[in-house]
């Protein structure tokens, strides 16, 4: 009796997507919330106290932060989206509208949240950059974040205590890095 042996290679690509979160490093400009709590206005919106934030209340005032260089993408690496995600409230009752901006060069989006008495954590997906290109690795290392207050009826406030983003990526190997799995089979022939 003879016996065949088969013997099947599969290959197949090992990369897979990955993500880094960064956080505010430094206050840029415009600089116009108040800091209540926190050592400084980058710890209070980095460490997630309650009682540590910042505070505005007129209409139209900015806080923003560069945002740390990211460490784990490398130059090659595709980057999908980032997701902004920060939380904010108003002790003082309704109608005040704050946002949270991203910005590349001078261009800036966001969305405008209605807040809430409570602390209410926000999530923002953006695929593309303000100026409507992809994300890169520049883009990201030039991201600044900002909270806005959009609408501030008189004798109200919004406050903010917590912003930072994730940056969602798909690692590329300077060479393809391959797995293989062998199969076999044992075939009876016959005679």
């Known amino acids: 009796m003879r016996y065949l042996f088969l ?26 919330w108040i800091n209540v709590g926190g050592a400084s206005k980058v710890e209070s919106v980095s460490d ?7 505070d505005e209340i007129t209409q139209g005032e900015k806080q923003r932060f560069t945002v740390e260089d990211a460490g784990d993408i490398g130059p090659l690496d595709i980057i999908d989206s ?7 409230k108003t002790p003082s009752g309704t109608g005040v509208v704050a946002r949270v901006n991203h910005i590349v060069s001078s261009t800036a989006n966001g969305t405008s949240r209605t807040l809430t008495g409570s602390w209410a954590n926000y999530t923002d997906t953006y695929s593309t950059d303000p100026d409507g290109g992809g994300w890169s ?3 990201i290392n030039n991201l600044k974040v ?5 609408t501030v ?8 205590t917590r ?3 994730v940056a969602y990526y ?3 190997p300077a060479a393809p890095v391959y797995r293989r799995r062998i199969y076999q089979q044992q075939m009876l022939l016959g005679d």
């Not at 197949?12 to 990955?18: E, L, T």
Request: glycine share 4%; charged share 20%; aromatic share 10%.
């Open 163 to 165: 912003i930072y983003i």
């Open 82 to 88: 980032i997701v902004i995600h920060s939380r904010f």
């Open 153 to 160: 009826p008189a004798l109200k406030r919004a406050q903010c």
């Open 146 to 150: 900002e909270a806005e207050t959009v």
């Open 170 to 172: 798909t690692p590329v």
């Open 7 to 32: 013997t099947l290679l599969i290959f197949y690509s090992a990369a897979q997507g990955d993500s880094e979160i960064l956080y505010a490093d430094s206050v840029s400009s415009p600089d116009q």
């Open 48 to 54: 997630d106290v309650d009682g540590n934030y910042i």
């Open 137 to 139: 690795l520049p883009s």
